[in-house]
């Protein structure tokens, strides 16, 4: 299991009463979410950037999409969730 998981598991006490594996399927399950409120924003960035009507929006929202997709993998490598 992640080391950030197990400090995240004592910090709300409930190291011992949650398996590690059950600890580690609800982390999937809460990085799933926060990853797909990303991929939303993604999408609706994606949409934004057809639609813009000059270049600086464009730059903006490709830069934003940019960042939404550090953020996923950081998420990911934070928590030590596989895909």
Do not use: P
């Not at 809460?30 to 950037?49: H, N, Q, R, V």
């Not at 997709?69 to 950081?74: G, R």
């Amino acid at each position: 299991m992640n080391e950030r998981l197990k400090e995240l598991a004592t910090k709300a006490k409930v190291e011992h009463c949650i398996s590690h594996v059950r600890l580690q399927e609800f982390a999937k399950v809460l990085t799933d979410e926060f990853i797909g409120l990303l991929e939303y924003e993604i999408a609706m960035l994606e949409k934004y950037k057809t639609t813009s009507c000059n270049d600086y929006d464009r730059r903006w929202h490709e830069g934003k999409i940019v960042h939404f997709n550090k953020l996923i993998e950081k998420t990911k490598d934070h928590f030590g969730v596989e895909e």
